[in-house]
């Protein structure tokens, strides 16, 4: 016993960290993924406000003919900066009170069951009053610029110089140009994530588990609480619930287990390798799992050498054990290890597959499995319920309620899903993540699109002239669509470079949710550099399209 001792080790944390350790990594990430949404709708109103400053000038130069400062213009532009994105933020908030019930409804049925349990609110005051510090600090740091570029110009040769509604910025000034460029930065990157998610998402989902999922069904039975349940009275429960239910005509084999793949619950203990001197600090920790001699072919287990458990694998036969295929690797590499004993007095007699347990992305470390007829003790009796059927599974849920009722009333049965289900339910912070980043992304897109159309609808507005002259000149219409693309093309190729440099990077972030991808892979740069390219030059070639359907005489005699 004293060895036994040496040999355990206790692993001791916080609530809190096993409640939210694996969503704060998810939070920070989709953080950050709004932050860049954030940039682009910031660098849009930039470009928005600074072309309607512009447009203003005569307006401006007027004012400032009758005595206002250059500080009172900033302000005014400023008040009329404050007040659009005010109304912008209680739209926002109008659209946010109905969704975040929704997402309220998809984080109570998931497994974010930390965020359900640290005070989680509908509608968190909190976060209210941050988003509108947020919102007053990027309007006043976004319209200020804009605002600071305009009022540093000579107003007064605009009032001398320029006919009513004309501005002399033709070309687009150098601020909107660099503004493209970060939208189509961060549309790019946030194109990058989403395809490599995708990409991870879909080969996790075909990888080869080690075990079949269909027609499965699965139930977790607790001990009964407030009642005193011996370990021989556990075993007689389960004893009968399997033979009644293989007596059934729609179960094909039915499987118990202290451990369900993908169902979080894995128990797990220290053991020593043989041959090897005791080191306590440093021994291997080894996946324990007891079954049923039919828990193998219940999940498709498939056995690789030697035999699985039979019916003489009892308290009263030989103490028995299989294990996986890593455990083989790692303590008997290159030997046979039937007739090995894993501890004192159990040999190993099989050798199954490894499968994915813990997570699909995960593979199995080295494991166990032992005779629930052999072990001793509440501790080891097994909690899951496996049944394999010949139709539908869900169809056969109520009479497993039915069943387990009359085998014992008291024994309480939960968590009853297809294996199909506990599958997508082990997946549903990745899937979360891909729709979320797949739903900024597109929303990152259409902004940037947005932004260059606004863009290049100014600078067309503004060249009408020259566009008309250039036309009874007799350019043609393919070097008029040219120049008016070169305008935002020197800002693509900028985006586009800025963005791979970023992505690159900062590629680690999404990489403890990538899965056989690279964070810099390739193929995935390649499309999201053609998608943001594409994009951009759709925003941009509407209006230059436009620009050709001018009427050159009339825009002349206009002007």
Known sequence: MSDWLRTRRVIATTIREQLVADERTLLLTLSGISVCVLLICCANMSNLL???????????ALRVSLGATRGRLIRQLLTEAFTLCMMGTASGFLAGWGLMSISHNLLSDSRFKGLMTIGYQVVDLRIAAFTIILTIFTTVLFGLVPSLHFTRADLSEALKSLPKGLSRDRGGSPITRYLVALELAIAFI?????????????GLLSEDRGYTVDHLLTARLPIPSGISVT????????????????????????GIATSLPLGGLNAKMTLQRPGQPLDPENLPWVGINCVNPDYFRSMGIHLVKGRGFDSSDDENGMRVAVINETLQRQFWPGRDVIGQEIMEGIRIVGVVNDIRQEALDTRQGPTFYLPFEQRDGLAAAPNFLLVRTKGDPRGFIPTLRTLVGSVDHLQPLVDIRTMEEVLSRSVTQRRLLTAL?????????????????????????NRRKEIGIRVCLGARQREVLILLTRQVSSSIVAGLLGGLTVSLLVAGVLSRWLF????????????????????????????????????????????
């Open 516 to 559: 056989a991808v690279r964070p810099n892979d390739p193929m995935t740069l390649l499309i999201a550099a053609i998608v943001t390219a594409t994009v951009a030059l759709l925003g941009g070639i509407v209006p230059a399209v436009r620009a050709l359907h001018f009427d050159p005489m009339e825009v002349v005699r206009m002007e």
């Open 231 to 254: 370990p021989s009275r556990r075993k007689q429960v389960f004893h009968e619930l399997i033979d009644r239910l293989e007596r059934m005509p729609n179960v094909v084999s039915v």
């Open 50 to 60: 600074l072309a309607r400053h512009l447009n203003r000038e005569r307006e401006m």
């Open 437 to 461: 980043m797949t739903g900024f992304a597109a929303l990152a897109v259409a902004l940037s699109m947005v932004g260059i159309y606004g863009v290049l609808s100014y600078v067309v507005n």
């Open 190 to 202: 946030l194109l990058t994530g989403t395809g490599l998610l995708v990409r991870s998402f879909v």
